[in-house]
């Protein structure tokens, strides 16, 4: 397959990875990077419909601060031509892995039992189980690692820490999710979306906050903690944007079947409706958005398609 990295010129050279944060900040710092995230976006993408390509995406705590950290950087598109490649019979098994890392051997070293809870939730959000639709991905887990590692429990996204954590852990190839379980750098997670180059292979995965592991922590209960942040991220991870990317911009998440939306949710406010000259209300549902894992139970028809697309594209082996 070939590659095209885009290197943008006079386009934009660095597209910002987003994620989903949890932990310190404010909320006025979560709004104010959810709206330079736009506002860096939705120009350049306009033009350069397919640079969708970046981004890693993370999730946070609302009124805690953003969900995910902005990560910078240049990424490659998803070209019109691989585009319609998946369909309803498309079926990939991905093999994971998670790697658990503590600061001192007992802390953050979540049980096997909730790791298997994890990768159940994420399975069964594959699959529509709790709604929308089935995405074809099936995520069968390979393997635990554990490490104790303050500056890795630590690590923030970019950091010198963060590779050296994953330049040592990281299994298999594009088509292998490697999880890496920690403090995300005080978010809840990200994710690095796929078009890295050859060379940064081994950045590519999540970074989960352990603490949105169903059962693991009583940190996020009755928000974060029924285990769809690593839902949201893997979604990033087969290239799927916030269902507010791009604002009330035409092209938005580059999905057609998720509703234009203005701003991340917080919670689960039914009815909310931002681009009120669009149609449909906001998809406070979708996992792509910031709702409360409560409120998630769906990626649409269009995200399973631009999912699979990306898979065939970039990660299948
Ligand atoms: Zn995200």
């Known amino acids: 397959m070939t590659r095209i990295v885009v290197l943008a010129a006079g386009v934009l050279a660095a597209l910002a990875v987003t994620a989903a944060p949890a932990v310190s900040a404010g909320h006025s710092a979560a709004s104010a990077e959810c709206t330079g995230w736009e506002a860096d976006g939705a120009g350049a ?166 603490q949105s592991m169903p059962g693991a922590s009583s940190r996020y209960v009755g928000r974060y903690d029924l285990g769809h942040t690593l839902t949201h991220e893997v979604g990033h991870w087969i290239d799927l944007e916030h269902t507010f990317f791009g604002g009330c911009n035409a092209k938005g998440d580059f999905v057609d079947d998720t509703p234009a939306m203005l701003v991340p949710t917080n919670g689960c406010p039914v009815g909310k409706d931002t681009c009120e000259k669009k149609p449909g209300l906001d998809p406070i549902h979708n996992y792509m958005d910031y709702s409360y894992d409560s409120c998630y139970n769906q990626f649409t028809p269009g995200q399973a398609a631009r999912g699979q697309d990306a898979w065939i594209y970039f990660r299948d082996s």
């Open 45 to 210: 993408f306009d033009s350069v419909a397919a640079l969708t390509a970046a981004a890693s995406t993370a999730r946070g705590g609302a009124g805690e601060g953003p969900k995910e950290p902005t990560l910078n950087e240049t990424y490659e598109a998803l070209p019109d031509s691989a585009k319609g490649k998946g369909g309803p019979n498309f079926k990939a098994t991905v093999p994971t892995w998670i790697h658990v890392i503590s600061p001192d051997g007992k802390t953050a070293n979540v049980s096997q039992a909730v790791i298997d809870e994890q990768m159940s939730v994420l399975n069964l959000a594959s699959a529509g189980f709790y709604g929308g639709a089935k995405t074809g991905f099936k995520f069968t887990l390979e393997g635990v690692t554990r490490s104790t590692n303050a500056s890795w429990y630590n690590a923030g996204a970019g950091s010198f820490a963060e590779r050296e954590m994953k330049s040592t852990l990281h299994e298999g190839g594009w088509e292998t999710l490697n999880v890496y379980t920690n403090l995300a750098g005080g978010y809840l997670g990200y994710a690095y979306l796929p078009g890295l180059p050859e060379s940064r292979q081994y950045i590519d995965g999540v970074v989960l906050n352990w």
